[in-house]
């Protein structure tokens, strides 16, 4: 069975090509499940935080059946309010 890849740029025009069933899979923190492979990119500075919605928002499309929470993930990665993070993954439609 092939892999799906998807193609993601940053800001600065490099991309990236990355296996879905990688990018994808859900990580258990407590009682939540996460994107820690999105939590991963942040750390690594090479996407801004709205690549990462974008990202996200891929990733949603491709695997509706995903077990990610969307809010909790970006609530670890902006380390914003609940109804910041909210507003904008409803704006995405993931929420």
């Known amino acids: 069975m092939e892999t799906e890849i998807i193609q993601v740029a940053n800001h600065e025009g490099i991309l990236y090509e990355i296996?879905?069933?990688?990018?994808g899979k859900e990580?258990?923190?407590?009682?939540k499940y996460i994107s820690y492979q999105l939590l991963r990119l942040k750390r690594s500075g090479l996407?801004?935080?709205?690549?990462?919605?974008?990202?996200?928002?891929l990733i949603q499309s491709r695997q509706p059946d995903s077990l990610i929470n969307w809010t909790e993930t970006f609530?670890?990665?902006e380390k914003d309010s609940r109804p910041h993070v909210q507003r904008k993954l409803k704006n995405l439609q993931l929420a």
């Open 75 to 77: 609530m670890m990665l």
């Open 19 to 23: 296996p879905l069933e990688f990018i």
């Open 27 to 31: 990580s258990h923190i407590g009682d």
């Open 47 to 57: 996407f801004t935080i709205d690549e990462l919605y974008a990202i996200a928002s």
